[in-house]
């Protein structure tokens, strides 16, 4: 895969959620933290505010779409005033793979969809790690065309499902995130505010570098056969992917190779002999070192613990969670956010 699918794909567990709600003034709803959970809303109709724990409320408005990828709560509000409601429960808790509710009032209505990921707690990949807490991204004509397609899509089967909805749905939620990620990555660099991840995936030499990586993990990379995909000699390479990514490209291939076969230990029957092979060691004794050297236990065990524990940061030396910073395309300004499909009065997602 390339770098962005393999990360998705990587770091996704479980079904996403998503709801429809219809909201009619005056209205208020609390969406508490979620960790290991990561989600969006996107008005469809009419306009209210987000109320992130600390700084000013945002408008919102028809189209815009706001991401929350570490789990932050947050309120939303037809106003600024208006009391919030509490979620009845836990709103994740039994929550339907879609679902459609509505907020009676007698004012003016708004039109929200929500959507929430279930995230891998054992690893945090630094691409996601270094997103911030919330992301706003605006309505522009002419602008993400593919993510207001998949926004348009979606809203309908949710609003009229037909036969097959049950995988339409998550083949769509999982759409709208990659195209919510490269929307965010797009708006980054067309404000000079480019780092980090988007920084690294912006640069053809690093990008290059990361794909093969990605693509093919158990080929025998050297820091020069790297530079030599990348353009580039092995000092210059070496220099710009460190400056870019955060950790020496070998530091970073290491790291990879062993997350994927954590992975592999946990959602696959292949034999240790197999893993080694998949992710670039000759044996399983050079598997079994280096693993252990990771995540302190033998591969053996890390299977037969089910859940296991943590391995070490990620290589840009990130602490789980993610920043605590937010951020918004219109204007880059810090919010907080949340990272769930949440619950209206009356439903949830």
């Not at 990620?314 to 880059?332: F, L």
Request: proline content about 9%; glycine content about 12%; aromatic content about 8%.
């Amino acid at each position: 895969m390339d770098v962005l699918s393999d990360v998705i794909a990587s770091m996704r567990r479980g079904v996403p959620r998503s709801a429809r709600v219809e909201w009619s003034a005056p209205w208020g709803q609390r969406f508490p933290p979620a960790p290991g959970y990561a989600g969006f809303q996107v008005v469809l109709q009419g306009s209210c505010w987000v109320i992130p724990p600390e700084g000013e409320p945002i408008a919102v408005t028809t189209g815009d779409v706001l991401f929350f990828p570490h789990g932050h709560g947050y309120a939303l509000a037809d106003s600024p005033g208006t009391p919030v409601t509490e979620p009845d429960g836990d709103p994740l808790a039994h929550a339907e793979l879609f679902a459609s509710a509505s907020v009676e009032g007698s004012g003016p209505v708004t039109v929200t969809l929500c959507g929430g990921y279930q995230l891998d707690s054992s690893w945090v990949h630094p691409l996601l790690g270094g997103l911030p807490a919330m992301i706003h991204l605006p309505a522009r004509l002419g602008h993400d065309t593919e993510l207001r397609a998949a926004v348009e899509l979606l809203g309908g089967e949710i609003a009229a499902p037909r036969p097959g909805a049950a995988l339409v749905v998550p083949a769509l939620l999982d759409m709208l995130l990659l195209y919510i990620l490269r929307a965010w990555f797009d708006v980054s660099i067309e404000h000079c505010a480019v780092g980090g991840w988007a920084a690294a995936l912006a640069d053809p030499a690093v990008s290059a570098a990361l794909d093969g990586i990605h693509r093919d993990p158990a080929r025998p990379w050297t820091v020069e056969a790297l530079g030599r995909r990348a353009g580039l000699s092995r000092a210059a390479f070496s220099r710009r992917f460190t400056r870019l990514v955060g950790q020496p490209p070998l530091t970073y291939l290491t790291w990879w190779r062993l997350s994927t076969a954590a992975r592999m230990l946990r959602d696959s029957g292949a034999t240790l002999g197999e893993i080694a092979g998949a992710v670039g060691y000759g044996s399983e004794f050079a598997f079994a070192n280096a693993f252990k050297r990771e995540y302190g236990m033998a591969p053996g065990r890390y299977r037969r613990l089910g859940c296991p524990p943590q391995g070490r940061p990620a290589p840009d030396g990130s602490t789980r969670g993610g920043s605590t910073q937010g951020g918004s395309a219109r204007d880059g300004s810090a919010h907080a956010g949340s990272a769930h499909a949440g619950s209206a009065r009356d439903g949830s997602a």
